[in-house]
């Protein structure tokens, strides 16, 4: 199944093929303050199965190993990669075009979640 997102001035756009690794989200402190969001939902897609179809985004290693992707004109959170995941790249499930196309299933970071998040993700497995 091809699917495409872009971030929130379309100037970063890309596209993936194939099956995901996995769909979930994350509660962890990292993700909430680089999305400035209360939780941040992530696709799983390895690579060679995903491609920039737009200008590729701006890159910062929020530490040592941990990639964070974001558009350098309107600063939608897009990707982040970590060499403790060298084969898949995590994109933002927001993005999507249909970001209802895909389900999340795991819930990541759960000890960070924040009081006012659900504590039970209907379908998740927690980990
Ligand atoms: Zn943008
Ligand atoms: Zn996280």
């Not at 971030?7 to 990292?30: I, P, Q, Y």
């Not at 920039?52 to 309107?74: H, K, L, M, N, V």
Request: positive net charge; contains cysteine.
């Amino acid at each position: 199944m091809t699917l495409k997102g872009h971030c929130l001035c379309r100037a970063v756009a890309f596209e993936m093929t194939g099956k995901h690794n996995w769909v979930g989200h994350c509660h962890c402190d990292s993700c909430r303050r680089n999305a400035g969001a209360a939780l941040v939902t992530f696709v799983a897609r390895p690579n060679g199965q995903w491609r920039w179809t737009g200008t590729e985004p701006a890159q910062y290693a929020s530490s040592p190993g941990q990639t964070r992707y974001f558009c350098a004109i309107c600063g939608s959170s897009v990707a982040y990669a970590s060499e403790r995941y060298a084969d898949e790249i995590h994109f933002h499930a927001v993005l999507l075009e249909d970001p209802a196309a895909v389900t999340p299933r795991h819930v990541f970071h759960s000890h960070e979640r924040l009081p006012s998040m659900p504590q039970d993700m209907p379908g998740c497995k927690h980990r």
